[in-house]
């Protein structure tokens, strides 16, 4: 694999090491992809920009964005979302990093299927959730030229169904915890994909609420 993909310098500090082998045994190989995909086309979108950030907190954020969707990081009643964003904070309690990085890689996890907020954070949560959107919703597409693309891709494969894959991932790290996906994205997710799954309405649950008015 080369250091450098697209122009964008891979971490290769030993944190970053340690993130990518367990990521890489963790994850499937399409998340495992999808997770370094972030990452370039987050630091990509951020280079182009003309933002400050740091690669190394950047890398964090990306690689385990997901992780709440795998079994083994995977609670029991919180977000997949929290999920990562919790074993991203452990895996970082044992480096020398601060509290308002920890914070950063944190929300920059928590926040990715939140539209709207990142954009208006720090770089690290701002450019995870910008990969995030190129890769998966394809947002920005036009503003990556074709041969960063190709490299990304060549590199890290999308395969010929990543869109149903990566739908196939959502569902199965949410369906067991339908209500974890009240007020996100994922209903949407479970909505198409699950037939037993009903979305908890809004406005219902202000009308049903125990006050008179």
Not at 87 to 94: C, H, K, P
């Amino acid at each position: 694999m080369p250091i450098i993909i697209a122009g964008v310098k891979i971490p290769d500090s030993s944190m970053a090491k340690a993130a990518t082998e367990l990521v890489r045994d963790t994850e499937t190989d399409l998340l495992y992809h999808h997770s370094r995909r972030v990452f370039l086309f987050g630091a990509l979108t951020g280079d182009r920009k003309g933002l400050s950030y740091d690669a190394e907190l950047l890398y964090i954020g990306a690689m385990f964005h997901d992780m709440g969707l795998m079994d083994s990081h995977a609670s029991e009643t919180e977000r997949f979302e929290v999920d990562g964003a919790n074993a991203a904070r452990e895996f970082l309690s044992a480096y020398d990093i601060s509290e308002r990085d920890v914070d950063d890689v944190w929300d920059s996890i928590a926040l990715h299927t939140t539209p709207g907020i990142p954009q208006y954070k720090r770089p690290t949560v701002a450019l995870v959730t910008a990969g995030v959107e190129m890769d998966v919703l394809g947002i920005g597409y036009d503003d990556f030229t074709d041969e960063q693309r190709e490299e990304v891709c060549a590199c890290h494969p999308r395969g010929l169904k990543f869109k149903h894959g990566i739908l196939s991932s959502f569902c199965m790290g949410t369906i067991r915890k339908p209500e974890t996906t009240f007020g996100n994205v994922k209903a949407d997710v479970l909505s198409k994909m699950d037939p037993t799954y009903r979305r908890v309405d809004f406005a219902d649950l202000i009308l049903q609420s125990m006050w008179e008015s």
